[in-house]
Every structure is written in C-alpha cells, then in structure tokens.
Antibody, heavy 124, light 108 residues
Framework: QVQLQESGPGLVKPSQTLSLTCTVSGGSISSGSYYWSWIRQPAGKGLEWIGRIYTSGSTNYNPSLKSRVTISVDTSKNQFSLKLSSVTAADTAVYYC????????????????WGQGTTVTVSS | EIVLTQSPGTLSLSPGERATLSCRASQSVSSSYLAWYQQKPGQTPRLLIYGASSRATGIPDRFSGSGSGTDFTLTISRLEPEDFAVYYCQQYGSSSYTFGQGTKLEIK
C-alpha cells in the first residue's frame, strides 16, 4: 500500500521560498506510470493544482504559478519536492502531495493516493 | 484554462434521497480526464470517479458518474449519513488540471 507524507517548514516569511518534500513509502517512485502532484487548499476554500512530475522527470505546472514553481524528484530517497518562490500571504494553505496512474496522452486514473497534508503559513 | 463550474453550491438533502451534482466546463473536456473527489472536514480528498464514469477502488455503487463534452454529473443514488461532504470535479487539459469550486452536500 503506497503512502505519501509531506514534510517541511510550517512557517515561511514573505518573499522567501517555500520548500516541501513528499516521501513515498510502500513502493518505488520510479516504477510504473505515475504522475506525482502537488495540490494546495487555503483554509475554507477549494483545491488548486500546483504542478506534477512524471516518473521520467518531466514536469507540468499550473500556468498561474509556473514562474514561481519548481518540482523535482529524488529517486534515491523516494521523494519528490516542491519549491515555490517569492511567497506572499496568498500562498498560505494546506499543501498536499498526490499520486495518479496514467497512460500518457491517453488516460488518467485520478489521484488515488494523497498525503495527509501539511499546513504552511506565510507570515513575518 | 478550462474553468469548471459546479452547481449547486450547496445541496440540502436527507439520508435516503438521491443527490445530483453538476459540473460544467468552459470548453469541451475529454471524458478520460474527468474525475470527482469527496472531501470531509479535516480530511484529505478521496477519489470517487475517474474517466467520468469509472468508480475508484472501494467506492460504493451508489456513486455514479456520467456526462461528456462540457456537462458532467455525479449521482449518489441513496444518501448515507457518511456521504455528507464537499464534492469536487477535476479535469485535465492542455497540460494543466483545474478543479471546480465544490458542491457542499449537507443534511437537511
């Protein structure tokens, strides 16, 4: 049973870079055909997709965040990471990582495994 | 960017009733890339439906999805007390995902 766990600072100062890691357990991040995504949710609001990375390392980002986001993978640690630069209070949210099995350019099976989420507050 | 609009914003029903939730896209969405999620307060989103109509593993058959193009529907045939939650539709297109704003299903 694959499980995901987010980790990282819970408090980030404005203008700094938010850095989070998602650790995959119960399976290899580099096996199969999966996209690994980051999604966030401000308190009391809806879900916003941030970006994703494929098993091969290719990435896609939310166009509204693309200039500030970098997602990378470390297969040796079975982890993938999120960096969001130049943060403001609007970036305060619960950040989730999630997995989705895909047939590239043909079908997606939905985000079936999620981490429990980690709260990040942007404040001085 | 494809915008998903869910309606109604809030749906008040009683256990045992049928719930119909709508998700309308600003442009055509491939059914292969349309999913529905359930989220309860303080919990992680849970995948219900993928490919517009396929139930995820372990999802009861009272949940069903349908639709194509720009109009998609999630139906819960007979509401159980544990079904009262917020529901989100999600689409993938042009290398990006978007979520609807959610429908809150509350007990009447």
């Amino acid at each position: 049973q694959v499980q995901l766990q987010e980790s990282g600072p819970g408090l980030v100062k404005p203008s700094q870079t938010l850095s989070l890691t998602c650790t995959v357990s119960g399976g290899s991040i580099s096996s199969g055909s999966y996209y690994w995504s980051w999604i966030r949710q401000p308190a009391g609001k809806g879900l916003e997709w941030i970006g994703r990375i494929y098993t091969s390392g290719s990435t896609n980002y939310n166009p509204s965040l693309k200039s500030r986001v970098t997602i990378s993978v470390d297969t040796s640690k079975n982890q993938f990471s999120l960096k969001l630069s130049s943060v403001t209070a609007a970036d305060t949210a619960v950040y989730y990582c999630a997995r989705e099995e895909v047939i590239p350019n043909y079908y997606q099976y939905g985000m079936d495994v999620w981490g429990q989420g980690t709260t990040v507050t942007v404040s001085s | 960017e494809i915008v998903l609009t869910q309606s109604p914003g809030t749906l008040s029903l009683s256990p045992g009733e049928r719930a119909t939730l709508s998700c309308r896209a600003s442009q055509s969405v491939s059914s292969s890339y349309l999913a529905w999620y359930q989220q309860k307060p303080g919990q992680t989103p849970r995948l219900l439906i993928y490919g517009a109509s396929s139930r995820a593993t372990g999802i009861p058959d009272r949940f069903s999805g349908s639709g194509s193009g720009t109009d998609f529907t999630l139906t819960i045939s007979r509401l159980e007390p544990e079904d009262f939650a917020v529901y989100y539709c999600q689409q993938y297109g042009s290398s990006s995902y978007t979520f609807g704003q959610g429908t809150k299903l509350e007990i009447k």
